[in-house]
């Protein structure tokens, strides 16, 4: 179980916040802040807040796209696939029956899955200090 932290998210100039990778992910997989993992990330299914409403973290800088589309595609294949190639070799159902059963699994994982993925991408780019979630300017940051 997460404690919860109560820490006041204000910064000293030049301090740098450490942000974990998992921990970010693990958040935005539960459609949570990922750097309180107290507020909401999303307004609605695929829609994410403007800004966290505990720590008041800007959401707005995420550049998710296509990512969590991709990742879904990807996991939801490759369950489908190979159960269905060996339930097609192993015992030959009827046709009608395979396609009702993948195609319905097919489309309430790629749902169930969705949001949860573009979370986790979202709080990866916040982890990562990817487009604009680096508080620094390109001005601020001292070179090497």
């Known amino acids: 179980m997460e404690t919860v932290n109560t820490t006041v998210w ?5 301090a740098i916040e450490k942000r974990d990778v998992w921990t970010a ?25 403007d800004h966290c409403s ?6 707005t800088p995420h550049r998710a796209d296509d990512l969590p589309a991709y990742l879904v595609i990807l996991i939801v294949g490759h369950i489908v696939v190979p159960t269905a190639l060996l339930i ?8 009608w029956l395979q396609l009702s059963i993948y195609l319905s699994f097919t489309l309430i994982a790629s749902l169930a899955l969705l949001q949860p993925v573009k979370g986790a991408v979202v709080g990866l780019q ?3 200090r990817m487009h604009g979630f680096d508080e620094n300017s390109p001005g601020e940051i001292s070179p090497g």
Not at 29 to 39: A, I, L, Q, T, V
Not at 88 to 95: L, Q
Request: hydrophobic share 35%; net charge positive.
């Open 54 to 59: 505990v720590c008041g973290l800007d959401f």
């Open 88 to 95: 097609e070799t192993n015992y030959a159902p009827a046709v």
């Open 10 to 14: 204000t910064r000293e100039p030049g």
């Open 126 to 128: 916040w982890a990562l």
């Open 25 to 49: 992910m693990k958040r935005g997989f539960r459609s949570r802040c990922p750097r309180c993992g107290e507020g909401k990330l999303f307004r609605a299914f695929l829609k994410v807040d």
